[in-house]
């Protein structure tokens, strides 16, 4: 009969392990064998060792000691019926009937499998789905607010096991690391726990503050620019050293996982648009609809080009070139980021990568999406997970190509300055709710919430930023909510009535910054996708009208665009210094083609009236008693009355700031 420890109090309760010829280690932190959630464990606390005299439980140099049958031990002989207690976790040492079910194999132990709530009701526990920006922000906020008090097991696909640490997969694992420069804003950068602001801002070459201070900028902080592989990977590093998180190095698949997830208080989607747990519980969160975001009948979708440079120019030109007109968007970090281009239909369909060998066209790059980077041997941009070649790039004289080219030179890159390509989608639902009851409590469940978060509640990618600040705000509220809520009994729809009313508040503002900028009106009041206006303007025929020169048409587009900037810049000039003048801009957009100067021209300005503005605050639903409207028809009892002269959270505040959201 083989030897067994089996959990009696604490998440282990119940379960079993097989102690074999390897070590079985007990500690806080996550590589151990046994995760203690205990506060009063040490990182690693105790080890059982198979020796010549049989299992030998050893205490490791622990802070609060190993106990024995309620003795202090440093190093015990384990005999049948031994009570070992290590913080206030306690485990049986005894010999199992071989029929019964015991976990045989510690590598497939992803969290000690959890008893009843019953169990030890001062722990939440807490399933996460999807690691990156979102889940380790909403997992570390968390452990944060509820010290010692919640058990997370945090699940990706993208991570490999590195010894004890748990780290990014690379390229050469299948796994495309997102390189794109994000901007938060100060309001949700400074919602993050002390830890985790220093982690991502210790080092100032990691950031830079290209965007000015805006209106809703909380104390004067501005908006800060970073990579987001630099967030991805500051947080997974930080998350590796909390003994309450358990990462898990694979993906989540909830039909796997129902049993033990039927053992959970909370989880949180935060797989990102395309997540495969919120379809599979799509019946509990409702149908998303996509009519709101149509026009004509027709949901509205832009396909954007993403352009890894690295621009010369300095950034108060850059970001008054971007704010001037709908075509192409600029974020950088000092210079090295992504150049957006905002694509027409048939430039969308001219996305595509072709199969050098089998030569065939494969569409890795507009489906997946994929990464082309530039390769030395032969210059040309490569998928590294499909083989492909960027087609467009191979017919240099393709009228995409062409396109990208004058896009490079508007921002001041040489050609040689583009290193890779990739390409992404706006695609906008709107979402009935974010909370949903996956299973109610019983005599031997807790009763688990489910809560989408970041991308899985509102994918919106245009604006670089928009979508990470969303889902910073929405893990946020969540913790806060939990925080507030959690004590030892079963949770209630009514203890997510402010995060529901703040999610609410987040798709409203964010999509309809997103929808304002994927659409214009005209003087006639007709509303079109700048897309197409776009795309009118590249087929227009311009002919001699455009020819360029300082007395042509193509001159009197350059003085129309400069007397656009003009404008805008007399609205930024108090906030960021170093704005180029007038006849430096003529000089700029005098070496762009006429046709791609009258495009940026048609394209129109950022709608800043709109697309800028407040940001949105969820500090508004959890300030002291502040009372929160969300009608619930069902139970009138949890319906508060709204605040007389409350301030609406949907306004759009002015003057507006011209920063990417």
């Known amino acids: 009969?083989?030897?067994?420890?089996?959990?009696?109090?604490?998440?282990?309760?119940?379960?079993?392990?097989?102690?074999?010829?390897?070590?079985?280690?007990?500690?806080?932190?996550?590589?151990?064998?046994?995760?203690?959630?205990?506060?009063?464990?040490?990182?690693?606390?105790?080890?059982?060792?198979?020796?010549?005299?049989?299992?030998?439980?050893?205490d490791r140099d622990s802070r609060n000691g190993t106990y024995v049958n309620d003795q202090r031990v440093a190093r015990h002989v384990l005999r049948p019926n031994d009570l070992v207690r290590i913080g206030e976790e306690t485990f049986l040492y005894e010999a199992q009937d071989s029929a019964e079910t015991v976990v045989v194999n510690l590598s497939q132990l992803d969290l000690p499998r959890l008893a009843p709530a019953t169990a030890d009701p001062g722990v939440l526990r807490v399933t996460i789905t999807g690691g990156?920006?979102?889940?380790?922000?909403?997992?570390?906020?968390?452990?944060?607010?509820?010290?010692?008090?919640?058990?997370?097991?945090?699940?990706?696909?993208?991570?490999?096991?590195?010894?004890?640490?748990?780290?990014?997969?690379?390229?050469?694992?299948?796994?495309?690391?997102?390189?794109?420069?994000?901007?938060?804003?100060?309001?949700?950068?400074?919602?993050?726990?002390?830890?985790?602001?220093?982690?991502?801002?210790?080092?100032?070459?990691?950031?830079?503050?290209?965007?000015?201070?805006?209106?809703?900028?909380?104390?004067?902080?501005?908006?800060?620019?970073?990579?987001?592989?630099?967030?991805?990977?500051?947080?997974?590093?930080?998350?590796?050293?909390?003994?309450?998180?358990?990462?898990?190095?694979?993906?989540?698949?909830?039909?796997?996982?129902?049993?033990?997830?039927?053992?959970?208080?909370?989880?949180?989607?935060?797989?990102?648009?395309?997540?495969?747990?919120?379809?599979?519980?799509?019946?509990?969160?409702?149908?998303?609809?996509?009519?709101?975001?149509?026009?004509d009948g027709e949901h509205l979708q832009d396909v954007v080009l993403g352009l890894r440079v690295t621009s010369a120019l300095p950034d108060p030109m850059s970001v008054l070139l971007t704010v001037s007109q709908n075509r192409f968007l600029l974020n950088s970090l000092r210079g090295e980021g992504f150049l957006n281009m905002r694509l027409t239909r048939e430039e969308a369909r001219q996305v595509i990568g072709i199969d050098p060998v089998r030569h065939v066209f494969e569409e890795c790059i507009a489906a997946r999406p994929c990464l082309m980077s530039r390769e030395e041997e032969d210059n040309e941009f490569r998928c590294p997970t499909h083989g492909t070649l960027f087609l467009p790039a191979l017919l240099r004289s393709s009228p995409l190509w062409k396109e990208?080219?004058?896009?490079?030179?508007?921002?001041?890159?040489?050609?040689?300055?583009?290193?890779?390509?990739?390409?992404?989608?706006?695609?906008?639902?709107?979402?009935?709710?974010?909370?949903?009851?996956?299973?109610?409590?019983?005599?031997?469940?807790?009763?688990?919430?489910?809560?989408?978060?970041?991308?899985?509640?509102?994918?919106?990618?245009?604006?670089?930023?928009?979508?990470l600040n969303s889902g910073l705000a929405s893990a946020t509220s969540l913790a806060r909510s939990l925080s507030r809520a959690w004590r030892g009994?079963?949770?209630?729809?009514?203890?997510?009535?402010?995060?529901?009313?703040?999610?609410?508040?987040?798709?409203?503002?964010?999509?309809?910054?997103?929808?304002?900028?994927?659409?214009?009106?005209?003087?006639?009041?007709?509303?079109?996708?700048?897309?197409?206006?776009i795309a009118d303007s590249v087929h227009a025929p311009h002919g001699a009208e455009v020819s360029g020169g300082a007395g042509g048409a193509g001159g009197s587009d350059v003085e129309a665009l400069v007397a656009r900037t003009a404008a805008i810049r007399e609205r930024l000039a108090t906030r960021m210094p170093g704005l180029p003048t007038d006849d430096e801009l003529r000089a700029h957009l005098s070496q762009i083609a006429p046709a791609t100067v009258r495009t940026l021209l048609e394209s129109g300005a950022w709608d800043t009236l709109i697309v800028g503005g407040e940001e949105a605050d969820i500090d508004l639903f959890y300030q002291a008693d502040s009372p929160v409207y969300v009608p619930r028809p069902a139970d009138p009892r949890l319906a508060a009355p709204e605040p007389s002269g409350a301030p609406n959270p949907y306004a759009v505040l002015a003057p507006p700031a011209p920063v990417p959201s």
């Open 1 to 58: 009969m083989p030897s067994v420890i089996v959990g009696r109090t604490g998440p282990f309760t119940g379960q079993s392990v097989v102690l074999g010829d390897a070590p079985l280690t007990f500690g806080r932190k996550s590589d151990n064998g046994v995760v203690i959630v205990s506060p009063s464990a040490s990182r690693l606390h105790a080890e059982i060792v198979a020796e010549d005299a049989g299992f030998v439980l050893y």
């Open 132 to 295: 990156g920006p979102v889940g380790l922000a909403f997992a570390l906020a968390l452990d944060e607010m509820l010290p010692g008090r919640v058990a997370i097991t945090l699940y990706d696909g993208r991570w490999t096991r590195r010894g004890t640490t748990v780290v990014w997969k690379g390229a050469e694992e299948g796994n495309v690391r997102r390189l794109q420069v994000v901007t938060v804003q100060s309001r949700q950068y400074l919602a993050l726990p002390q830890e985790v602001r220093e982690a991502l801002f210790d080092r100032p070459s990691a950031y830079s503050q290209m965007w000015p201070v805006g209106p809703d900028s909380v104390e004067g902080n501005p908006p800060r620019n970073i990579r987001i592989a630099y967030i991805e990977d500051r947080l997974l590093e930080l998350a590796n050293t909390k003994a309450s998180i358990r990462l898990v190095p694979k993906r989540f698949d909830p039909v796997e996982q129902r049993h033990r997830l039927a053992q959970e208080h909370v989880l949180a989607v935060c797989e990102g648009g395309r997540s495969r747990t919120r379809e599979h519980f799509a019946d509990r969160f409702g149908a998303a609809d996509a009519s709101i975001y149509s026009l």
């Open 404 to 467: 990208i080219r004058q896009g490079l030179k508007l921002f001041g890159v040489a050609e040689e300055g583009l290193s890779a390509i990739t390409s992404f989608r706006l695609d906008m639902v709107q979402r009935p709710r974010f909370t949903a009851q996956l299973s109610r409590p019983t005599a031997t469940s807790p009763g688990t919430y489910g809560f989408l978060l970041g991308d899985a509640a509102n994918a919106i990618h245009f604006w670089p930023g928009r979508g």
């Open 489 to 533: 009994r079963p949770l209630r729809d009514a203890d997510f009535i402010r995060h529901e009313a703040a999610m609410s508040m987040l798709q409203y503002r964010h999509k309809s910054r997103a929808w304002n900028a994927m659409v214009t009106t005209d003087d006639g009041g007709v509303t079109r996708a700048i897309r197409d206006v």
